[in-house]
């Protein structure tokens, strides 16, 4: 019986937009002696952080099985993404239409009893990373990654053997096998992917490639992980809206009308073709709850309820539009405008109330979804709030912002506290 050969497959991808400019890297290693035997990146266009991740994966059992096609494998993929790990081991269903091709890819290169998975921290996942973000950057240049000039390796921790398990092969034969065997695969393999082996000749780069000074301010690369990423969807039209009434949550909790219905339908269509949201969360007021029912299902995806994205409750100007606001309560109304710590007439919310329990809300939201993108289906208040926030601007800020129904802006928070703001009120998916 012949020796099976052990291996590790260290795959990630990255998005710089998701969607946006995407990038893949993997890197198949030899599990006996901790040796990197190939390298493989691809600057693959626009496309989102999942589909950039199994792009790595398909590509890292690619360049496993081009080193060694003769011989048994087995094969350990490690990586940080949680998604493609408990999909492709099947602890989670994968509904996303997008991710099921991919997956069948992955699944097909190599039997699958010869292929484990196994999660491991984005610290522990270097040189995939470095790779991915080399590939990303020639992309951004006009060009694809090229192996002789990445130093992604050098980034990487030091790695340990794995536990002998009693068949290590022969690591120094089998990198030697390894040229010949990937010079065939590098115009053979459908996923485009660009190698290079380690066959351990001095390959690598003088010290003055790596000593540079280092870069800092608008030329820094901080490694800050991905962001949680929040889609604002706006809810659909009610009958109230196109009256410009007040509508806040404490009124009549109206529901979506037959054009509100056709615009959560687009917004759904929408999502679904793009292939970026991964969660959804929605008020608890029915007009989103009915917009976000209608992407959920189209996407195969539940939906979290947060009471913080509900929208101001405008007391006892519910129902009324500005006009009959002003001509009832006219300086309630003025004094309100003026004064962010006032309340509407009746008990309603202040706009410092409102912004207190949305950013609470946020700071939820983005501890339990770093590095996700998810669906926020809400209202106008809470989503100006939120990019206000953001961009801390003051409180007179939103009423410069134009927010239609079904709109969608986008803003991004970061591991170290920062926000972007990507889009705002963007109604190109309604035309």
């Not at 022969?170 to 695969?185: C, H, I, N, P, Q």
């Not at 615009?263 to 759904?268: I, L, N």
Request: glycine share 10%; net charge negative; hydrophobic share 40%.
């Amino acid at each position: 019986m012949s020796a099976v050969r052990r291996l590790v497959v260290e795959a990630d991808g990255g998005s710089r937009g998701n969607p946006g400019p995407a990038g893949y890297g993997a890197v198949v290693i030899d599990a006996a002696t901790g040796e990197t035997l190939a390298e493989a990146a691809e600057y693959i266009g626009v496309a989102t952080n999942n589909v950039a991740e199994y792009r790595g994966l398909i590509a890292g059992l690619t360049a496993a099985k081009a080193l060694f096609p003769d011989e048994a494998l087995d094969v350990r993929v490690r990586m940080d993404s949680k998604l493609v790990v408990e999909q492709m081991s099947g602890r989670w269903k994968i509904k996303h239409p997008d991710m099921k091709p991919l997956a069948a890819r992955a699944t097909a290169i190599l039997p699958p009893s010869s292929v484990t998975y196994e999660w491991i921290p984005r610290a522990q996942n270097k040189h995939a990373d470095r790779l991915a973000n080399e590939a990303m950057d020639a992309g951004r240049d006009g060009r694809q990654w090229e192996a002789s000039a990445s130093t992604a390796e050098l980034d990487a921790p030091a790695r340990t053997p794995l536990p002998d398990r009693g068949q290590p092969g022969d690591a120094a034969a089998g990198a030697a096998k390894a040229r010949a065997a990937l010079v065939a695969a590098r115009g053979a393999a459908d996923t485009g992917t660009l190698f290079e082996v380690n066959t351990g000749a001095s390959e690598e780069p003088e010290p003055t490639d790596v000593t540079a000074a280092p870069q800092v301010g608008w030329a820094a690369a901080p490694d800050l992980g991905a962001p949680a990423t929040f889609v604002l969807l706006r809810h659909g039209e009610t009958l109230l809206t196109p009256e410009k009434r007040f509508s806040g949550s404490g009124g009549t909790d109206p529901e979506l009308s037959a054009i509100g219905r056709d615009q959560a339908a687009r917004a759904a269509a929408h999502f679904a073709a793009l292939g970026t949201v991964q969660e959804i969360v929605s008020s608890p007021l029915r007009r989103c709850r009915e917009t976000a029912a209608a992407v959920a299902d189209r996407l195969g995806l539940d939906i979290r309820i947060e009471d913080g994205l509900r929208e101001t409750d405008f007391g006892a100007w519910e129902g009324l539009t500005f006009g009959e606001v002003r001509e009832r309560y006219g300086d309630d109304l003025t004094t309100w405008l003026a004064d962010p710590e006032t309340a509407p007439t009746g008990g309603g919310e202040s706009f410092a109330e409102v912004a207190e329990r949305v950013a609470a809300a946020r700071d939820r939201l983005t501890a339990r979804y770093a590095g996700r993108t998810v669906l926020l289906v809400t209202h106008v208040t809470p989503i100006k709030t939120l990019v206000r926030l953001a961009l801390e601007a003051p409180a007179k800020a939103m009423f410069r912002m134009e927010l239609s129904a079904a709109s969608i802006s986008t803003v991004a928070y970061y591991g170290d506290g920062n926000a972007s703001v990507r889009l705002l009120n963007d109604t190109s998916h309604l035309r």
